[in-house]
């Protein structure tokens, strides 16, 4: 079976993984550790502290604004610094909708949780679950 996921839609879904996953601290059991370039943060976060000036964008809402300005986003093994798993947007619109059918069905019925994000985020950045 195959799921297609418009790129709106797969953005939301990993966007949602990323708050999900990061926020509980899932990813770092296994050793990773999410890199971005600090140009690239930096001027994800001007352009949209510009877009809406009274606000404060969060960690994560800067990590996709990155990946929007062409940007890419790292997980590095800690335990292997040759294992680095870089990604761009094309990854995450092309990967989402590979996600394993019942976590990803989870994450469009919003009925989510770390586990649902933990494998949403292995799909894109691996192309593959290779945790748990």
Same mark, same amino acid.
């Given at each position: 079976?195959?799921?297609?996921? &418009?790129?709106?839609? &797969? /953005?939301?879904?990993?966007? %949602?993984?990323?708050? %999900?996953?990061?926020?509980?601290?899932?990813?770092?059991?296994?050793? #990773? *550790?999410?890199? !971005?370039?600090?140009? /690239?943060?930096?001027?994800a976060? %001007?352009? #949209?502290?510009?877009?809406?000036?009274?606000? $404060?964008?969060?960690?994560?809402?800067? #990590?996709?604004? !990155?990946?929007? /300005?062409?940007? $890419? #986003?790292? +997980?590095?093994?800690? /335990?292997?610094?040759?294992?680095?798993y870089?990604?761009?947007?094309?990854e *995450? =619109?092309e990967?989402?909708?590979? $996600?394993?059918?019942? =976590?990803?069905?989870?994450?469009?019925k919003?009925?989510?949780?770390?586990? $649902?994000?933990?494998?949403?985020?292995?799909? !894109?950045?691996? %192309?593959? *679950?290779? +945790?748990?």
């Open positions: 079976m195959e799921i297609k996921l &418009s790129k709106a839609e &797969s /953005e939301e879904y990993f966007y %949602n993984a990323l708050c %999900n996953a990061l926020g509980s601290g899932y990813m770092r059991g296994y050793g #990773l *550790v999410l890199e !971005v370039d600090q140009t /690239e943060y930096s001027a976060k %001007n352009a #949209l502290k510009l877009f809406e000036p009274t606000s $404060t964008p969060c960690y994560e809402d800067i #990590l996709m604004q !990155v990946l929007r /300005e062409g940007g $890419t #986003l790292t +997980f590095i093994d800690e /335990e292997d610094e040759d294992s680095v870089p990604i761009t947007l094309a *995450v =619109h990967r989402v909708s590979k $996600t394993p059918l019942d =976590h990803l069905l989870d994450m469009i919003e009925n989510d949780d770390a586990c $649902t994000a933990d494998v949403i985020l292995q799909t !894109v950045f691996f %192309n593959d *679950v290779i +945790f748990g």
